[in-house]
């Protein structure tokens, strides 16, 4: 008796399990409708337009942000680093954290080359003829333009635990005379 | 090498005497595409095109370009004593309050309500 009741339990799961999950997959393939295409066609010129600007305002801070977190690798974490081993001192953690910091930075700079290249194409694009594809295209674009977002906060995190690092660095070396 | 063999090495030789500055010329166009299109390829590849304001379209954000030179940095060679761990700690907060008090690449800006391409409301 038991047996079937722990059978029955299995299959009742299996099915539910089922319905949810087909229930998605198709709420994941439904077709656009014909109002919300008509909309997209509407309003997708203005929307290049916007987009375009936000293009040239991404590059801008692309190149700004770049030179800043750039400059807090080659001429702040690496020289510390340097003048720490020059001095014939020792701090691992520093030099693990700018390692890390380099890789999350070349992550970054892929990711933002990744995000333009996807909003060149969304940008060239007919939208009046393809607003399906373009659609799409906006979709991937703003899933690249989150990872360029994430790619920062990694940075900043970086920055904040190379800081942390080097006061405990610091207070080692002065010997808690700050 | 007998007269009808050298008859045709003449030949062949005055026939590229007289082209030779064609072919000079083919060949340097040949070789002139080739180089541009290595180096617009590494130039699309290497993530310069994305930094390259002078592109059409970034007209308007142009002039706002920072200047990477205005930041000298820590000396990586010296003395490392309590003044020069004040003057990296002094740098470093100032270098890292520039770059993280922006929230860059976030917002709604590519929202589809921002961009008017939402899904219609139903009636």
Not at chain 1, 14 to 33: E, F, K, L, Y
Not at chain 1, 49 to 72: C, K, M, P, W
Not at chain 2, 52 to 72: E, I, K, M
């Amino acid at each position: 008796m038991k047996r079937y009741i722990i059978f029955g339990l299995i299959f009742t799961t299996a099915i539910i399990a089922g319905v949810v999950w087909r229930t998605s997959v198709q709420a994941q393939d439904m077709p656009m409708t014909e109002a919300h295409i008509a909309r997209i066609r509407a309003n997708c010129v203005e929307a290049q337009t916007r987009l375009g600007q936000l293009h040239a305002s991404d590059a801008l801070l692309r190149v700004n942000r770049g030179q800043l977190y750039e400059s807090i690798s080659t001429k702040l974490m690496a020289p510390l680093n340097s003048r720490i081993s020059l001095n014939h001192l020792d701090d691992v953690n520093l030099v693990t954290i700018a390692a890390s910091y380099e890789g999350q930075l070349a992550y970054f700079r892929q990711s933002y080359q990744q995000y333009e290249e996807a909003m060149s194409r969304t940008l060239k694009l007919n939208c009046i003829n393809q607003p399906v594809v373009f659609y799409d295209s906006v979709a991937d674009t703003r899933a690249k333009r989150k990872k360029v977002h994430e790619s920062t906060v990694t940075l900043h995190e970086t920055i904040g635990d190379y800081k942390k690092e080097f006061e405990v660095f610091a207070k080692q070396f002065t010997g808690g005379d700050q | 090498m007998n007269e009808e063999q050298q008859l045709h090495n003449d030949h062949t030789l005055d026939s590229w005497s007289k082209h030779r500055f064609m072919v000079l010329v083919g060949m340097t166009i040949l070789i002139s595409l080739f180089l541009v299109s290595v180096a617009l390829a590494l130039y699309a590849s290497s993530g310069a095109a994305q930094l390259d304001l002078s592109r059409p379209g970034y007209q308007s954000v142009r002039n706002q370009a920072g200047h990477s030179t205005s930041f000298d940095g820590f000396p990586a060679t010296g003395v490392l004593d309590k003044k020069a761990i004040d003057e990296f700690r002094s740098l470093y907060d100032k270098q890292a309050e520039k770059a993280t008090n922006v929230d860059s690449f976030s917002g709604n800006a590519m929202n589809e309500q921002t961009l008017s391409i939402d899904p219609p409301a139903e009636n």
